[in-house]
Structure formats: C-alpha cells, structure tokens
C-alpha cells in the first residue's frame, strides 16, 4: 500500500507530520510519499528506524491557504501540496491521499481533479465524533451547506458504508439530525429527507437532537453543512466550557484540589473518551479515490490513528460498497 502525505498547512508544521507518518511505518508495512520541502522532511527522516526504500518525496514548498478562496486556489496553484497529492493519486500506484491543509481546498480539489463516483451528486465532509459509545459519523460537517433531500440521503448511504468498513458498526444506525425525534418534526427538508431514509437499505432509526451527538445511540447522523456544523461547534464549545470549569474547580481550593487527585484516573478516562486524537482524520466521501482530512491542529498521535483509519478504509475497499450502493439504484 503506498500513500501520499501532505506536510503543508498544518497548524503545527511538517515535523508532527512526518514524525507522525514515522510512527505508523514502525508498525505498519505500508510505503509513503511525503508531498513538501524535501530538505528539511529528509532531516528527520534520516534519524529514523524505518527502511528509507519505503519513503518518497514530492518536493514543494507551495501550499493553500485557509484565507484563499478554494476553487480558484486549486486552479491557479498547480504546484501547490494539495493538488499535486491529489494529482498522484490519481495514478494507480497511489491507494491514499491524507491532509491537514485547507478543508475547502480539499473539498474542491477533490471535486475537481480525483471526481465523483458515478450517481452522487456531493462529495460529504466526515466527521468522526467522539462518544461516550465510541465514534459515530456525522456527514456533512460544514461543506454542503445547502442540500436538497436526494443529497442527503446519499449523505446516509455513504456513511452508512464508512461505519460498517471501518466502524465495524455491523448494522450501524441511521438518524436524520433534527429539532425533534418524532416523525413529522422540521422543515420541509427534513420532512421530505425522512420519507426517502425509511426507504433505504439502512438502518434508519428516525430523527435525533443535537444534544444526544455525545451519547453514541446512534451511528451516522445525517445533516445539511449548515446544521451539522453548528451542531458540531456548539457541542465542542459546551464540552470545552464544562472541562475547563471543571478543571477551575478542582484548582481553587487546597480542599478540590485534594479530590481532584483521587478522580484524577476517571479524569483522565473522560479526557480520552472524547479526544478526536485518538480517530485522527475521516475521509471525503463519494470520490473516486481515498482523500483523508486530518484535523489542522493534529499532533503526532493524530496522524499516526489518521493513518491507520485510512488503512482500514483502504483495506475493506469502502469505496466499492459505496458504488455497490448507487449501482443497485440505476
């Protein structure tokens, strides 16, 4: 398996990047091609344990901003990270493409340049959420902000495929995101999208609320961009104010302190559950070809388990049950 590495526009540099991918190859027999400043990635590759025969390189130093407008950005920066990956990929040594760089930038390149799969009108942005009944899948997370029925329930055919492949959600849930769990419940969009999800081959288990994202009941949560990235934002605002009230209670008094030492374990458990670290990127669905996003504030660990999911992906061939989807429609 040979991948192609982005080490441009993350957050915190190439180094977490490559030292990252290093860590995988350790354990896994799979070959890369770092896309970036050859020079400077070879520097920390020549202190590594990894067999050199198995690393590449793709030499720029020109990547996409997150301020530049995406399709006009894929087109005028050819030699830029993202394209040029996404340009590799499309020839048959190359099984995966995974980025920290410019979500749009991706989106659009993917769009453009690695295509659609036949009969899927939008590629979906993924989002792995962190539950308390380990990760569901919610699509769109902020790409498609606005989507008429059809699409979103392509949006439900598709991550239902990524929770079985690489999940392991043996019948993973479906749920339409919603202002209301019972039938009848929204807007026009979701009333008409519920009537098309009851018709197929998922498991469709109804509508859901945003505040139950983080128990885990269900496993693919299907949304408009607009409503699945509010959701998303105000769940991972709510979360970040109650830890770090939290944290300010336990250090305020010799007394809270003294306990926060004997829950420190169960803390810590807490802090792990819901650490997006430990899924690392999830992929843009209904394109041709594996294209993974990786959070832009990605340590080591992150691209390290970002790696390992698109393996997964790889490896079970989710594509294909996609295409198997769509095909059995027409």
């Known amino acids: 398996m040979k991948l192609l590495i982005d080490t441009l526009g993350a957050d915190k540099g190439y180094e977490v990047i490559v030292r990252g991918t290093l860590n995988n190859m350790l354990k896994n027999e799979i070959e890369v091609v770092f896309i970036g400043e050859e020079e400077k990635i070879k520097k920390i590759v020549e202190n590594t344990q990894v067999d050199k025969n198995r690393i590449g390189y793709i030499n720029t130093s020109e990547y996409i901003e997150n301020t530049e407008e995406p399709t006009l950005a894929i087109r005028r920066k050819k030699e830029a990270s993202i394209p040029l990956g996404l340009r590799n990929l499309n020839e048959d ?28 009108s939008r590629a979906a942005l993924t ?9 569901s899948v919610l699509l769109d997370g902020g790409a498609n902000m606005d989507c008429p029925p059809d699409m979103l329930r392509q949006f ?46 998922i498991n469709f288990v109804g509508n859901m609320e945003a505040r139950d994202l983080l128990y885990g009941e269900q496993d693919v949560i299907v ?46 458990n807490l802090k792990n559950t819901f650490d997006y670290k430990e899924y690392g990127a999830a992929p843009l669905l209904g394109v041709k070809k594996p294209v993974f996003k990786a959070h832009g504030s990605s340590d080591e660990r992150a691209i390290e388990a970002g790696i390992n999911k698109m393996v997964k992906f790889i490896d079970n061939d989710v594509i294909s049950d996609i295409k198997k989807y769509f095909e059995e429609e027409n």
Request: hydrophobic fraction near 45%.
């Open 93 to 120: 040594e190359f099984d995966g493409f995974l980025s920290c760089g410019s979500t749009g930038a991706l989106l659009a390149g993917a769009t453009l340049i690695t295509k659609r799969l036949p009969n899927i």
């Open 156 to 201: 439900a055919l598709m991550g239902s495929a990524y929770a079985k492949g690489v999940l392991e959600k043996n019948n993973p849930k479906v749920a339409l995101l919603n202002v209301g769990t019972e039938e009848g419940k929204g807007d026009a969009l979701r009333k008409e999208t519920f009537k098309l999800l009851k018709e197929c081959p």
């Open 223 to 268: 949304a408009d961009g607009f409503s699945g990235n509010v959701a998303l934002k105000a769940t991972e605002g709510a979360a970040m104010v109650i830890l770090n009230s939290l944290k300010d209670g336990i250090l305020s008094s010799l007394k809270s302190k003294i306990g926060g030492l004997l829950i420190k374990d169960s803390l810590k």
């Open 127 to 135: 989002v792995v959420i962190p539950t308390l009944k380990g990760a």
